[in-house]
């Protein structure tokens, strides 16, 4: 009798899938993905849909921040954001980096002390959280783009990701069973696994393409890599909104929540490529145009 019970226990406990949600999910990212990679083509107009999707993102970052506490400043961060986007576009974020983090410091603390009565530490240090998160680490997208044969680069970059969350979610839907971590109830290991298989092979198929000058073994490298990096930038997410007590960041996009829930994979997965490719050599050869 016991063992029934622990073993319906278990059952109940499972994620249980939701096809119709999950094709939906599946159907909107693609076409989101579409969009994404015939902006890819010219670089300026790249760089602004990363600026969208990053004001956007950090819109409803401070929403997730105000739940907590005191909000970011929400209108010196998305000036900080931008900022890293623009002199990332323009290759001078390098130079300039270290001037704009000590700016947005200055200006937060300066900006909370004048309109707030209290929270002046947990205003300032949002700030520059999402400053870092979101701005930063969205701008390697554009780093990437700006690479030598920097529009197969990102492409590649789009798709690996894509991939992860494609196949992680089909792959949970139909035979995930076994929970992956609390901080998402409907994540598995199922998914988890097959959306990194899915990477590792879209990866290795970079030999196949014209002009990708790497070996399988080198894109099943990158796809490992990035795949891994996104599964937990979706992860750090759901902690996120875990902390806040919702259950979406934003409900602009029908069946993904808002846009921080979209592209949460593509902020950590962004970075992971850039330096995937510096691990196996191919930055050395294709190094930022200035």
Not at 103 to 114: C, D, E, H, W
Not at 216 to 237: K, P, R
Request: glycine content about 12%; proline content about 3%.
């Amino acid at each position: 009798m016991t063992t029934t019970t622990s073993a319906a226990a278990t059952a109940s406990s499972a994620p249980t899938p939701e096809p119709a949600v999950g094709l939906r999910r599946v159907v909107i990212g693609l076409l989101l993905a579409v969009v994404g990679l015939g902006c890819v083509a010219y670089a300026p107009l790249f760089s602004l849909l990363v600026l969208l999707i990053a004001s956007g993102c950090l819109y409803e970052f401070a929403g997730l921040s105000a739940r907590k506490g005191p909000q970011l400043e929400v209108p010196v961060a998305m000036a900080a954001v931008w900022a890293y986007v623009a002199l990332t576009h323009f290759g001078l974020i390098h130079r300039y980096e270290g001037i704009l983090l000590a700016g947005t410091v200055i200006v937060a603390l300066a900006t909370a002390t004048f309109t707030a009565d209290a929270g002046y530490f947990a205003r300032s240090g949002y700030t520059l959280l999402g400053v870092l998160y979101i701005g930063k680490l969205l701008s390697y997208f554009i780093a990437i783009r700006a690479l030598h044969d920097g529009a197969l680069w990102t492409v590649w970059a789009i798709v690996l990701v894509a991939f992860t969350d494609i196949f992680a979610m089909l792959v949970g839907t139909v035979i995930g069973r076994h929970q992956l971590t609390r901080l998402s109830p409907k994540k598995t290991v199922e998914g988890a696994v097959g959306g990194f298989a899915a990477a590792l092979v879209a990866g290795a198929a970079i030999v196949l393409i014209p002009g990708g000058h790497l070996a399988w073994w080198q894109g099943a490298i990158v796809g490992a890599i990035t795949s891994i990096a996104a599964q937990a930038g979706d992860l750090v997410e759901s902690a996120l909104k875990r902390d806040a007590k919702v259950k979406d960041a934003g409900s602009l996009i029908s069946g993904h929540g808002g846009v921080l829930d979209r592209f949460d994979s593509y902020i950590f997965g962004g970075i992971a490529f850039y330096f995937a490719l510096y691990v196996i050599g191919a930055i050395s050869q294709n190094r930022l145009t200035s």
